[in-house]
């Protein structure tokens, strides 16, 4: 999984590189959860999506 996110990470880079400002970046958010997707995939499973309920309920606690 790592060579996965380094390699869509540098495809990021190269398609939105001259948007960016920083020097250092976090992966992007959605190449990490593609990589997620994929490897879930791969093993015959899928990501659920939260319930309102528990999105209210994570949502209402803040560090």
């Known amino acids: 999984m790592s060579f996965a996110i380094q390699a869509l990470s540098a495809k990021y880079l190269v398609e939105h590189g001259k ?8 992966v992007p958010r959605e ?6 997707k994929r490897k ?9 999506v ?12 803040t560090l």
């Open 31 to 36: 190449v990490d959860m593609d990589v997620a």
């Open 50 to 61: 939260l319930t309102e309920e528990q999105e209210k309920y994570l949502n209402s606690y």
């Open 40 to 48: 879930l995939a791969f093993l015959g499973k899928e990501i659920d």
């Open 19 to 26: 948007e960016l400002s920083e020097k250092l970046i976090d």
